[in-house]
């Protein structure tokens, strides 16, 4: 045989150890606080039996005959003086005059009288008589209760007029003992028979017996030891009837154990208590597996929703960009005329007033971010959507509001943190300043072009005589010939006429320069925001994928802390 | 189990038979219904003068005593109290209880 004291160490030991370390899902930390204390106390308690001496506990209700009993069993050993309890909360304890009070016993907290006596045949065993459980109410009915913990056999004393009390039944089921330790005795048996008729008293007492068995059967107690006895017959004879069992009761209950015996009837008590320890953990098991069988099918169904939450953030985006000034700030934001020449710059400035910032780095982000933190709180809407299905689809199925309380704000605490973050880096990688497009091409043409306007100017000026002379004799006289005729004619007339032309010309040249370079600037947003959006669509997907692996890791913890709970206690 | 129940009504009857007058004192017919392993009907009948012992069931019991074989072999090996089987409720007793009572001499 094993010892059962070793074993229950080993279950105790790793139950604490998971307490420690496991991860708890319906657990609050103040009830794994309370599993580890009560563990810690439980193996106290175990590495203290080795006493070889037992406490018995009496318990009964009122006018069951409890103290003649006790007088009865103890018979000449122990003071045959009925002891009056100075107060009726008062326990009893007969204590063999060698053997101490066990140190355990918290004699502080409750209040007692203590009964010495010589029989050191029964020195094994230190009997406490119990105030009557049906008498004591408030802080005594605790104190017993409290009591009952340091009890290693418990006698259940009742009568042929009160073994169907309830309540005798209800506090019953509260004693976290083993059933095996628990004793009944039906006394006041001598009520039953009367000398003349011995049979109806058997019929009785069958009656009796097998409707008690019932009663116990029902708060749990299967196959319970109940003894019928007189304890009143018993008084001054030593032969009885033969259906008081009174001897045999005190030989059961008052034989020499072996320590083995002993260790066995306490380890069998505090196994019961950590059984009750572990029904928590049981508790655990079961929601645990519940949730991981709904989470699992979430997870795959949700792999097949997930074109439509493609599409419905796809939508939402798309409403976005019609609403949304960021497509307006981009573009009057790069409006700086840096590849404009010439008076098209003017209508730059024009711009200029609107947005009084510079383009620089700061500026960028300050105008940007606003409309990221709204792209990214529709993300967030998107992912709550997500949550809020799933938390709804949990509660239905009837998962405990913690768990799905638990799911939910990890959910949140994900969202919250890394999809903006990853918003705000696509964004910035798409419309920081740094990295436009020179466009020089664009610049050469008007160059070109004010310097054909330019050329044209002089020609017109200088006249049609001068032209033509410098063209018959090209040289530097007749250059020189043609420029200074060009400077004379431009204060006459005709040069006033040409230069407001040439203003003109220019101010046109220059609008269209302008309104080209709009349109380049606004093609070139729309470029960005559509990869922008590609973008978003991308880490929209990646998102949800995350989520799905997020449900399928859920699922892989909890078969692993499953696990561990089934190998808590084999 | 060596000892089975059929071998303790053996044992029941030589006891019966090796007393005197057994059947005046008693003068009741028993039926024992014995359940599981080993189990059977047997019946004493002492209203007769020497008394007889059948298997099976008798018509005229006055008293009938249930239990499961291993216990009937317990009880009358002295390993089982029959009080305790009483009241326990692994023996049950239908008739006249208290003449049941008087059979426990012989066993």
Redesign the interface.
């Known amino acids: 045989m094993t010892d059962p004291v070793g074993m229950l160490r080993q279950n105790l030991r790793r139950a604490m150890t998971f307490v420690q370390e496991g991860v708890f899902y319906t657990l609050r930390p103040e009830e794994r606080e309370a599993l580890f204390l009560t563990s810690g106390d439980l193996l106290k308690k175990l590495e203290s039996v080795t006493q070889n001496s037992l406490v018995v506990g009496m318990l009964g209700g009122t006018g069951v005959g409890k103290s003649s009993l006790m007088n009865a069993m103890a018979g000449s050993h122990i003071a045959s003086t009925s002891h009056r309890r100075p107060h009726t909360d008062a326990v009893l304890i007969y204590r063999f005059n060698e053997t101490p009070l066990p140190a355990n016993l918290p004699t502080g907290r409750f209040p007692w009288v203590e009964v010495t006596h010589d029989a050191a045949s029964i020195r094994q065993v230190l009997i406490c008589d119990l105030p009557d459980f049906d008498s004591i109410v408030g802080e005594h009915r605790e104190q017993v209760i409290a009591f009952l913990e340091h009890l290693d056999l418990l006698v259940w004393v009742t009568s042929p007029e009160k073994y169907g009390d309830a309540q005798f039944f209800d506090f019953l089921q509260g004693v976290t003992k083993a059933r095996r330790n628990f004793y009944f005795v ?1 006394n006041k048996v001598d009520l039953l028979f009367d000398e003349r008729n ?2 109806a008293g ?2 009785e ?2 009656k009796i ?2 409707s008690l ?1 019932e009663y116990l059967e029902n708060v749990g107690i299967k ?6 006895i007189s304890a009143l017959e018993v008084a001054g004879k030593t032969a009885h009837t ?2 008081n ?1 009174l001897s ?1 009761f005190r030989n059961e209950l008052f034989r020499q154990r072996e320590l083995k015996e002993v260790k066995a009837i306490k380890a069998a008590n505090i196994d019961k208590e950590i059984d009750d320890l572990f029904s928590l953990f049981e508790k655990e098991s079961l929601n645990l597996s519940i949730f991981r069988e709904q989470i699992n099918r979430i997870a795959t169904d949700f792999k097949e929703e997930t074109a439509g939450w493609r599409d419905t953030l796809h939508e939402a985006i798309a409403l976005w960009t019609d609403t949304t000034p960021l497509r307006e700030n981009l573009v009057s934001m790069t409006t700086d005329g840096d590849i404009l020449v010439g008076p098209a710059g003017v209508f730059v400035l024009f711009d200029k007033k609107k947005s009084t910032m510079e383009p620089d780095e700061t500026n960028t982000a300050s105008s940007i971010l606003p409309a990221l933190d709204e792209v990214a709180s529709l993300f967030r809407g998107q992912i709550d959507r997500i949550t809020n299905s799933i938390a709804g689809r949990l509660l239905r199925e009837g998962i405990i509001p913690p768990l799905v309380e638990r799911l939910r704000s990890e959910f949140d605490e994900h969202a919250t943190k890394h999809i903006r973050d990853s918003i705000v880096q696509a964004g910035m990688a798409h419309f920081s300043n740094r990295n436009r497009p020179i466009n020089r091409i664009y610049r050469g043409v008007q160059y070109i072009t004010y310097l054909l306007i330019s050329c044209l100017l002089i020609v017109s000026l200088a006249g049609e005589n001068a032209w033509k002379d410098f063209y018959a004799a090209p040289g530097i006289s007749s250059a020189l010939n043609f420029i200074v005729t060009a400077i004379f004619s431009a204060f006459s007339p005709r040069g006033l006429a040409a230069l407001g032309s040439f203003v003109v010309i220019n101010i046109f040249v220059g609008y269209r320069f302008y309104r080209k370079y709009r349109k380049i600037i606004e093609k070139r947003t729309d470029r960005l925001l559509r990869s922008f959006t590609n973008d978003l669509e991308v880490l929209w997907k990646e998102e949800l994928d995350r989520i799905h692996e997020r449900l399928i890791a859920l699922v892989r913890s909890l078969n692993k802390n499953l696990d561990a709970i089934r190998q808590l206690r084999q | 189990m060596s000892v089975t129940a059929k071998d303790m009504i053996e044992k029941i009857k030589g006891r019966l038979d090796a007393t005197d007058g057994a059947s005046e004192k008693i003068n009741a017919v028993f039926q024992f219904i014995l359940n599981g392993n080993g189990g059977g009907e047997w019946w004493f009948d002492l209203t007769k003068k020497s008394p007889e012992t059948g298997e099976g069931l008798h018509a005229d019991a006055a008293c009938t005593i249930k239990m499961d074989a291993g216990d009937f072999v317990a009880m009358l090996s002295k390993d089982a ?1 029959p ?2 089987l ?4 692994k023996l ?2 239908d008739g ?3 003449t049941a ?1 008087k059979l ?1 001499n012989f066993f």
């Open positions: 039906l011995t049979e058997y019929e007492l069958q017996s097998s068995r196959d319970p030891d109940i003894y019928s033969h259906w069992q045999l | 109290s009080m305790k009483f009241m326990s409720g049950k007793i006249d209880i208290s009572m426990q």
